[in-house]
């Protein structure tokens, strides 16, 4: 069983339009949920992290977390078509101090 | 504060050489980490340093993967005897050690060409 799973997409939205990605993991005692972005041949960069349950909100963004579901998703809203990427989903397990990767969904805003 | 820095970017090899690449942390990080990515996948964990201890190794660092943290500030990575298998985008990440959350920061990645 995958640690971290993410629909690998493409997920397709129109511009202006929210996007939802989502991702799910299986040690049920992770304490931290990490949002990436990466561009095509670039590497990862920060988008936001979450570790109480709920919901987060930085600017267009927003992540929400259920650790009872196991479930962690970002929303984009007012989605632009310079946010088409792939969003990785990491999270950090309960020991040790690694993270662990989803396989990314891609994400295609179109004009 | 100039970011992870990670040297070469690009490296085509032949296969059955040895190829060593740097990371340089950003400098008030403690933890420095090596992944590897292929195309359509996420990155996965090679390695972990907290300063110069070498504390986590993944199962996929085999005995030709080797990486080390000099008196805990740079990292290299040494790949011997390559194989095609090994071409991928390896990635250097570092962050803050501590309490609370510390998100990983990424370097540019070096991409590995065996031929």
């Known amino acids: 069983q995958k640690e971290v799973e993410q629909n690998s997409g493409p997920l397709s939205v129109p511009e202006g339009a929210i996007a939802s990605l989502n991702c799910t993991y299986s040690?049920?005692?992770?304490?931290?949920f990490f949002w990436y972005r990466q561009y095509s041949g670039k590497s990862p960069e920060l988008i936001m992290f979450?570790?109480?349950?709920g919901d987060k909100e930085d600017g267009r963004f927003t992540a929400q977390l259920n650790k009872a579901s196991q479930y962690v998703s970002l929303l984009i809203r007012d989605s632009q078509p310079s946010d088409s990427a792939t969003y990785l989903c990491?999270?950090?397990?309960?020991?040790?101090?690694?993270?662990?990767f989803g396989p990314g969904t891609r994400l295609s805003v179109l004009p | 504060d100039t970011g992870v820095s990670q040297n070469p970017r690009h490296k085509i090899t032949k296969r059955g050489q040895n190829v060593t690449f740097r990371c340089d942390p950003i400098?008030?990080?403690?933890?420095l980490y090596w992944y590897r990515q292929t195309l359509g996948q996420g990155p996965e964990f090679l390695t972990y340093?907290?300063?110069?201890?070498?504390?986590?190794k993944s199962r996929l660092l085999s005995d030709r993967f080797s990486a080390e943290r000099p008196k805990g500030s740079f990292s290299t990575l040494e790949i011997q005897r390559t194989e095609q298998g090994d071409s991928a985008m390896y990635l250097c990440?570092?962050?803050?050690?501590?309490?609370?959350?510390?998100?990983?920061?990424f370097g540019n990645g070096t991409r590995l060409t065996v031929t």
């Open positions: 990491a999270v950090k397990g309960n020991y040790g101090q690694n993270f662990v």
């Open positions: 040690d049920r005692g992770s304490q931290s």
């Open positions: 990440a570092s962050s803050l050690g501590g309490t609370g959350v510390s998100p990983l920061h």
């Open positions: 340093f907290q300063n110069e201890a070498q504390l986590e």
């Open positions: 979450i570790y109480s349950n």
């Open positions: 400098s008030e990080h403690n933890r």
